[in-house]
T-cell receptor
């Protein structure tokens, strides 16, 4: 069974810092990995999706990398802003068997002015 | 804003009552999912739906739950005889799933329905 772990669980930083959020998974035979943002009491907004054949994806100030062999993905947020405050979730979908994405618990980020 | 509409946004019900949560999908998406998130917990998979049939379900999705497409477009999750521990946010999600198209595997979520069981 795929286990997805996100570290740190919570992070509080001043505005302007560059951040790295980590996602690790136990089964490296993945199909893809997707990063989401969740604001308090709200739904999930897709940020980036990386296919298993890709090493990274970029969108604006966000960059997600994937290292399947070590079972890791990182989400890099450049020049953080207070509006980036949210919980960041990663979801991993296996290549065989169940096609259902498994979620980590998330990293709760606060960026203070 | 999500392209997936969920209703109601919040429902309060008494223990033992039946609840129906609704989701209006993106029209050309093939794969539908229901997830739930208990406050402070992980997003957990409940059931997936493809071609008008359940394709996978988790151990959470027991006989208390059912999923339907009553009119071929809307997508419902029914919870019979609700329990206190059913209090959670319930999310529907969709994936287009067509091969070779950018974004086909992106999972798109609705804003969720908050269920409070008293």
């Amino acid at each position: 069974k795929q286990e997805v772990t996100q570290i740190p669980a919570a992070l509080s930083v001043p505005e302007g810092e560059n951040l790295v959020l980590n996602c690790s998974f136990t089964d490296s035979a993945i199909y893809n990995l997707q990063w989401f943002r969740q604001d308090p009491g709200k739904g999930l907004t897709s940020l980036l999706l990386i296919q298993s054949s890709q090493r990274e994806q970029t969108s604006g100030r966000l960059n997600a990398s994937l290292d399947k062999s070590s079972g890791r993905s990182t989400l890099y947020i450049a020049a953080s802003q207070p509006g980036d405050s949210a919980t960041y979730l990663c979801a991993v979908r296996l290549a065989g068997g169940s096609y259902i994405p498994t979620f980590g618990r998330g990293t709760s980020l606060i960026v203070h002015p | 804003e999500p392209e997936v509409t969920q209703t109601p946004s919040h429902q309060v019900t008494q223990m033992g009552q039946e609840v129906i949560l609704r989701c209006v999908p993106i029209s050309n998406h093939l794969y539908f999912y229901w997830y739930r998130q208990i406050l402070g917990q992980k997003v957990e998979f409940l059931v997936s739906f493809y071609n008008n049939e359940i394709s996978e379900k988790s151990e959470i999705f027991d006989d208390q739950f059912s999923v339907e497409r009553p009119d071929g477009s809307n997508f419902t999750l029914k919870i019979r005889s609700t329990k206190l521990e059913d209090s959670a946010m319930y999310f529907c999600a969709f994936r287009w799933g067509g091969g070779g198209i950018p974004g086909a595997n992106v999972l798109t979520f609705g804003a969720g329905s908050r269920l409070t069981v008293l």
